[in-house]
């Protein structure tokens, strides 16, 4: 049960304060406004301590006092004396008398009258404080506090005649004040009219007081914005009925017609305790509104900076709990205000490692140390991780460290790109290693070579160790170092690329080799030589072979006539440039009908796009050649069937030189190709009359898929190819029933589970007697897949669309259709529009929505219909 305490004072504020220590410290608070009315109090509580100023009206608080240790009830509870009036030794050596258990002095730090009061309301305590016999006599008590009345009475005299002289002077005072002041302070009577109005009205308004003086605040309506009349209406009410009104804005109407923005703070005057009027200051805040809207719009332009850069930017405080944080700290991390903002623990988000890195750093900042950004690995919510680095600077508040801002820079690209370069400078490091031409840097200022790939070091026969740091006087013979030290320095004078076509050096294990040299300077930021890259291709075979090229161009003439293929080198400037025998016989032109001939009269139309589009390919560099099966029109007028491969020879620049063309005669082996498909297309067509004939009852069912799993490809944009071997599957996609018994294919009742589940094994059937037999389309998984769905609910394999040929979905929905609008041994047909419906109805969770939308197009608006 909590202790209570009672607190006697006719000062509310001291009430107020006391009643709060005590009460915030887990004790119950009663008060009393006089030592009268605390008695009874104390009498109907019995409390657990007494807590009472000493001048009160009605009753003091040493007649309190005196009469609570008198009574047999109260004489016990430690009562504790706590004025700010009677301070003199002799106050407190009365109080003592009377029995008061401690005499404190006003003002007292709150800790400290609390202890003493703790310190009471123990048990232990209570018995150990010594406490003074009690004042007994009655006349003896008067006689004592009448003369610490009286002597309290002579220095409130004394008081009252210097409070009177500093009255006097206060008074000149606040008539300089009211007269002089920039704010206008004012007074209105119960009657609303002014009584008095200070002349800093002229300044704000432009009126004289004698404006105001006598008037009603009705008859000044005009003076107020329509708002802000009825305001003061109403405050003034409030102010007359004993409230106090502070910081009302109203804006008033200047004499020149401007507005004037003043906030004003009234307060009822009393006289007797009547209210006869109200008394308020006005000031004039025209020019802080501004100043306050200027710094709202500012605070605003701030906060959609904050808010919208795209930098994550937060503050938190010194444990790492965000307290601020902008739009971009929950995109980073992946989620929102809620998230991320108020509360949140930053640390949460970094490694172990790199809490105690922030928390070394937020140390480091809070002793006022520079903290460079700092690289940290981030984890956003959901787990994934990147690394960023973190600028960060100490907020102060009263001179004391109280939160870090900082903004997070995410540098996963530059991680990235730092990785591209690593990558890519591990790459031209390969390259400049592993090129077979000699590689080599000089510093420009010495020309001493400062880097070598192994090329070089095989083709001079020293290793790099030998070479860096070295010049070309340390390994050639002056005129031949001479010359090498001339053309380096042509070319950094120049800052040109120096083209040394043929240059003799002598090397140490090669002997004399021919060299082609370029010599390239690399410029420093200035624009300024730093380096001379120089890169040496030994020619000395090239030149060799050169002449053993020369010598084979003769035998390459011979094999240009061989009557193998037909060869052509053309141009497109020159057109036919040379063509050798076998080419004229397959085109069946001579040589000058030839000429006469541009490639696209003698290309079969059909075809003629698609060569067209790879040779401009070749043209335009994005590829060397090109080759293609592709039919010429024969001089007779007959196609001829061919494979062509075609290669581009280019000038130095680029540019195309011309094309050398290879063509074989392939007519013969398409018609056999012809042949051999017209062939499979009458197996297949066999097969599927065969399993007919096992089911009769499904007989026309694998056409109508066919011909409808031809038309759903069709509209979905397949290839003719995808088409063809559609086609071909659909056709026989029931094979597999070859292996199931008749009756059950026939029974015209339902099905038990088992001969369900015998039916079901016929997709896998047909495919494992097709899967061995080399088709040109997957004909055999297509067959396997016909029953599965997109979402793994069909058979054999559950198989979900992602791992579907496209074919197979198509047939599918080709296959549902087709059997729910045909008759079964045991049902009739259920008609094509429940057909469509049961499609309509599962499109995107057991077919393929594309699928489905092709298939109802064609039956909706295409008016497509099975066949009989």
């Not at 018995?127 to 002579?154: Q, T």
């Not at 850069?309 to 991390?333: G, H, Q, S």
Request: hydrophobic share 40%; net charge negative.
């Amino acid at each position: 049960m909590k202790k209570r305490v009672l607190v006697v004072d006719d000062n509310e504020a001291n009430v107020y304060l006391l009643k709060s220590l005590f009460e915030g410290n887990g004790l119950a608070v009663e008060t009393a406004k006089n030592g009268d009315a605390a008695l009874k109090k104390a009498l109907a509580l019995l409390p657990d301590l007494i807590v009472s100023d000493i001048l009160m009206p009605v009753m003091d608080g040493y007649t309190l006092c005196r009469k609570c240790k008198a009574d047999e009830r109260l004489k016990s509870v430690p009562f504790i004396f706590y004025t700010a009036t009677y301070t003199n030794p002799e106050d407190e050596r009365f109080a003592l008398s009377l029995g008061a258990d401690r005499f404190v002095i006003k003002p007292q730090d709150p800790t400290r009258l609390l202890k003493i009061a703790l310190d009471f309301l123990e048990e232990e305590n209570l018995s150990a404080v010594p406490r003074p016999k009690p004042l007994g006599e009655e006349m003896e008590f008067f006689r004592k506090h009448n003369e610490v009345l009286f002597r309290k009475l002579e220095e409130k005299m004394a008081d009252l005649e210097l409070a009177n002289a500093n009255l006097k002077t206060l008074q000149e005072q606040y008539r300089l004040s009211f007269e002089n002041a920039s704010d206008v302070i004012f007074m209105i009577g119960a009657d609303l009219k002014v009584v008095s109005m200070s002349p800093g009205v002229r300044r704000i308004l432009g009126y004289a007081p004698e404006d105001f003086i006598g008037r009603s605040v009705s008859e000044l309506e005009h003076l107020f914005t329509p708002d802000s009349y009825r305001q003061a209406i109403v405050d003034a009410g409030r102010i007359l009925k004993g409230e106090a009104v502070a910081g009302a804005i109203y804006t008033f109407l200047a004499a020149d017609g401007t507005p004037r923005m003043t906030e004003i703070n009234g307060s009822p005057v009393l006289q007797e305790g009547r209210i006869v009027g109200l008394i308020s200051v006005a000031r004039d805040i025209t020019e802080r509104k501004k100043a306050e809207d200027k710094l709202r719009e500012s605070e605003k332009k701030y906060h959609d900076l904050f808010e919208f850069l795209p930098i994550p930017v937060y503050e938190m405080d010194l444990e790492a709990k965000i307290t601020a944080a902008n739009r971009a700290i929950f995109e980073i991390f992946g989620g929102t205000e809620k998230d991320l903002k108020n509360g949140f623990n930053a640390w949460s988000l970094l490694s172990l490692e790199d809490v105690e890195k922030s928390r070394t750093n937020i140390q480091r900042l809070v002793r006022g140390e520079q903290v460079e950004g700092t690289e940290y690995t981030f984890r956003r919510l959901d787990g994934s991780t990147f690394p960023a680095i973190v600028v960060s600077n100490v907020i102060t508040q009263d001179g004391r460290p109280t939160r870090i801002r900082g903004a997070i820079i995410d540098i996963t690209e530059r991680r990235q790109a730092e990785e591209t370069v690593r990558r890519m400078n591990a790459f031209l490091d390969s390259i400049i290693e592993n090129i077979p031409d000699m590689i080599f840097l000089k510093d420009a200022r010495d020309l001493r070579f400062v880097r070598f790939n192994r090329a070089g070091e095989e083709l001079l026969g020293y290793s790099r160790e030998e070479l860096l740091g070295r010049n070309d006087h340390d390994f050639f013979p002056k005129d031949q170092a001479d010359l090498f030290t001339e053309k380096d320095r042509e070319g950094l004078r120049g800052k040109t690329i120096v083209d040394i076509p043929a240059e003799r050096v002598k090397t140490r294990a090669r002997g004399d080799r021919i060299l082609h040299t370029k010599k390239v300077p690399l410029l420093n930021a200035k624009g300024d030589p730093e380096y001379l890259l120089g890169i040496s291709e030994d020619i000395t075979d090239r030149i060799t072979v050169e002449e053993a090229l020369r010598k084979s161009e003769v035998r390459f003439r011979r094999y240009f006539e061989l009557p193998l293929v037909g060869m052509a080198i053309t141009s497109p400037e020159k057109g036919w440039i040379e063509v050798n025998d076998r080419l004229l016989d397959i085109l069946g032109y001579s040589r000058p009908e030839l000429a006469e001939k541009s490639w696209a009269e003698l290309t079969y139309p059909d075809d003629l796009a698609a060569d067209v589009e790879k040779f401009n390919r070749v043209l335009d560099g994005t590829v060397e050649g090109y080759s293609m099966e592709k039919r010429f029109i024969r001089k007779n007028g007959r196609p001829v069937w061919t494979s062509m491969a075609v290669g581009c020879v280019r000038h130095p620049d680029g540019k195309p030189d011309y094309f050398a063309v290879l063509l074989e005669d392939i007519t013969i082996r398409k018609e056999s190709l012809e042949r051999i498909n017209v062939t499979l297309k009458a197996a297949v067509q066999a097969i599927a009359v065969t399993v007919e004939k096992r089911d009769p009852y499904t007989a026309g069912h694998q056409r109508r898929v066919a011909d409808l799993a031809q038309a759903i490809a069709a509209e979905m944009g397949l290839s003719l190819d995808q088409v063809d071997g559609l086609r071909l599957a659909a056709t026989i996609h029931d094979l597999g029933k070859i292996s199931v018994p008749a009756e059950i294919l026939s029974k015209p009742t339902k099905l038990t589970d088992t001969e369900f589940q015998l039916i079901q094994t016929h997709s896998r059937a047909g495919y494992d007697i097709l899967k061995d037999i080399e088709f040109p389309w997957p004909i055999a998984r297509m067959i396997l897949e016909h029953h599965e769905r997109i979402n793994g609910t069909g058979y054999p394999n559950k198989l979900t669309g992602d791992r579907l040929l496209p074919e197979s979905r198509i047939l599918m929905v080709a296959d549902v259709v087709e059997a729910m609008a045909s008759n079964r041994p045991y049902r009739p047909s259920l008609g094509l529009a429940p057909a469509l419906a049961e499609i309509l109805r599962n499109r995107g969770i057991a077919y393929d929505p594309d699928v489905v939308d092709a298939c109802l197009r064609l039956f909706n608006e295409k008016g497509y219909r099975f066949k009989d």
